[in-house]
């Protein structure tokens, strides 16, 4: 006798269950290879310093710690300092260079020491690799205006194109 349509389904299902299983087992595994292959720096900022200039302008040193998550080298293109203002507006901070930086901290000894060598284009971070750096930026507004800020944030551009960000911590 011909076995019904429903029975033919149920005589299915254990079948359709293994092949979703091995499925989702295949894809687990793929992403599971892959884990290491996505360029990213990932980090913290520690200490972010201020210093007003009389046009109105602030710079800002910020120290941080970073490492290379991925399974290939990372090389820095390039690296910008952004804020978000109290009034959410975003400002991209004008970077100092590292010889700019020495000069920076020689003048102006309120800064404290310079802890850090500055994250500049062509720094090559290995796999794996961590590394203790610093950023010296200018912003277009008042040192109390960069007080109440709502966020801060370095974005670190691979040569490739993948970028990174270092998010200051909750404030």
């Given at each position: 006798?011909?076995?019904?349509?429903?029975?033919?389904?149920?005589?299915?299902?254990?079948?359709?269950?293994?092949?979703v299983g091995l499925v989702g087992l295949l894809v687990g595994a793929v992403f599971w290879?892959?884990?290491?292959?996505?360029?990213?720096?990932?980090g913290t900022i520690g200490k972010?310093?201020?210093l007003g200039l009389p046009d109105s302008s602030t710079v800002v040193v910020v120290d941080f710690r970073f490492a290379n998550a991925a399974d290939?080298?990372?090389v820095v293109r390039r690296v910008d300092v952004l804020v978000e203002s109290a009034e959410g507006r975003?400002?991209?901070?004008?970077?100092?260079?590292?010889?700019?930086?020495q000069r920076l901290f020689a003048y102006y000894?309120?800064?404290?020491?310079?802890?850090?060598?500055s994250l500049v284009a062509r720094t090559r971070v290995r796999p794996g690799e961590s590394m203790d750096r610093m950023v010296?930026?200018?912003?277009?507004?008042?040192?109390?205006?960069f007080g109440r800020r709502r966020g801060l944030?370095?974005?670190?551009?691979?040569?490739d194109g993948a970028a990174s960000e270092i998010r200051e911590g909750k404030r």
């Amino acid at each position: 006798m011909a076995a019904s349509r429903a029975e033919r389904i149920r005589a299915f299902l254990p079948f359709l269950g293994v092949g979703v299983g091995l499925v989702g087992l295949l894809v687990g595994a793929v992403f599971w290879m892959q884990r290491g292959a996505h360029p990213e720096l990932k980090g913290t900022i520690g200490k972010v310093r201020t210093l007003g200039l009389p046009d109105s302008s602030t710079v800002v040193v910020v120290d941080f710690r970073f490492a290379n998550a991925a399974d290939y080298p990372f090389v820095v293109r390039r690296v910008d300092v952004l804020v978000e203002s109290a009034e959410g507006r975003r400002v991209e901070g004008a970077a100092v260079s590292e010889p700019d930086a020495q000069r920076l901290f020689a003048y102006y000894p309120a800064l404290g020491p310079k802890y850090n060598e500055s994250l500049v284009a062509r720094t090559r971070v290995r796999p794996g690799e961590s590394m203790d750096r610093m950023v010296a930026a200018r912003f277009e507004m008042t040192e109390e205006e960069f007080g109440r800020r709502r966020g801060l944030w370095i974005r670190v551009e691979d040569v490739d194109g993948a970028a990174s960000e270092i998010r200051e911590g909750k404030r």
